[in-house]
């Protein structure tokens, strides 16, 4: 079937790189395996060889008749989007020990699936995820280089991340224009205690324009009320937000509802 480009189809067909994401996922019989966008079934048929409970969100008609052959008592394919499914309400209707999930993502909706599954709150083993190359850079970078953004720290303050491997574009069928790499998440533990959305929000000023100072993105007043925690640290007033660490933010964003 060919891939259709409005819905962001590549269709994996590296069978080296198949076996490297689905080995990531050391599910038993009795845990639940969620896959994002099964596609033609390239992962699918390995996952379920592991006779765990499975369910597969697929938006695309056309594919409902390839991925309802995989269906048995513990798989189910459901020809739904993503991201309006009900993830509590899908889970709670198997009895299952742990969750892992799993997905070759459509590169223009990475950030809103991650966004879906965080907010959903759902609590899983691993999530396993093939991005664009680039925005995974975005994903694990390091404070002080040019990738470090919002969206590092939001990912941060909830998971552990580390990067399973690159994937040439040439591994799909059709090819990309970008190369791909895989992340594996896993539920961070001990993670800071604070107002998540304040935090958020904040973090969203700081980075509002990555070209200007913290001072400028978050304007004269509220950048007094945080000068001394960064002089203690040794920073200068000329800072920008990608060379901050997260747990500078966590200080200052503190300070900031000290003062409120």
Known sequence: MKAKKSLG???LIDENIINNIVEQINANE??????????????TKKLIDKKSYYIGYELDNELIPILKKFENNK???KNQDFLT???ITDINNVNYNKLFIVGNLPYYITTPIIEHIVNSKIKFEKLVIMVQKEVADRFMASCG???YSYMTLYLKYYFD???VCDVSKFCFNPVPKVESSVLSFSIRKNRP?????LYFDFLKECFKQKRKTLKNNVGNIRFKMIKKV???HGILENVRAEEISEELFIKLFNELNKSN
């Open 161 to 163: 991340v580390f990067k």
């Open 30 to 43: 009795d845990d639940l395996i969620i896959e994002i966008g099964p596609g033609r079934g390239a992962i």
């Open 145 to 147: 280089t040019k990738n």
């Open 85 to 87: 499914s009900d993830l």
């Open 9 to 11: 189809q590549n269709f």
């Open 193 to 197: 205690r604070v107002d998540e959305k």
């Open 230 to 232: 960064l002089i203690s």
């Open 75 to 77: 798989t189910i394919i």
